[in-house]
């Protein structure tokens, strides 16, 4: 049973800073293709960064510079550094994981953490 625990996430100012980690069990973390999603009310889940098994990412462009993905393959943790945070980045994030690359970029990852609440005020 493959299982994903979030957290990091809370409340900040314009401007500041927080890091979400994503902790993965019940399968060899290697093995998968990892990704953050966010979700706003009233809105569509988005996905906001990713990371092959091999470290190449991708960004949506809104946190280009501002966000960087990462995984510690010995932690089985993948994590979302966030910085310069804007009030547009408020959001429940979710990580999602995958065998398949394209099932992650396209949000039909086979696994999902429960999520945890950014809120950015200004």
């Known amino acids: 049973q493959v299982q994903l625990v979030e957290s990091g996430g809370g409340s900040e100012q314009d401007g500041g800073s927080l890091r979400l980690s994503c902790v993965v069990s019940?399968?060899?973390?290697?093995?998968?293709?990892m990704g953050w999603f966010r979700q706003a009310p009233g809105k569509k889940r988005e996905r906001v960064a990713t990371?092959?098994?091999?470290?190449?990412?991708s960004y949506r462009d809104s946190v280009k510079g501002r966000f960087t993905i990462s995984q510690d393959n010995a932690k089985n943790t993948l994590y979302l550094q966030m910085n310069s945070l804007k009030p547009e980045d408020t959001a429940i994030y979710y990580c999602?994981?995958?065998?398949?690359?394209?099932?992650?970029?396209?949000?039909?990852?086979?696994?999902w953490g429960q999520g945890t609440q950014v809120t950015v005020s200004s």
């Open positions: 019940g399968h060899t973390y290697s093995n998968y293709y």
């Open positions: 999602a994981a995958d065998r398949t690359k394209w099932k992650v970029w396209l949000g039909d990852a086979d696994y």
């Open positions: 990371i092959d098994s091999d470290g190449t990412t």
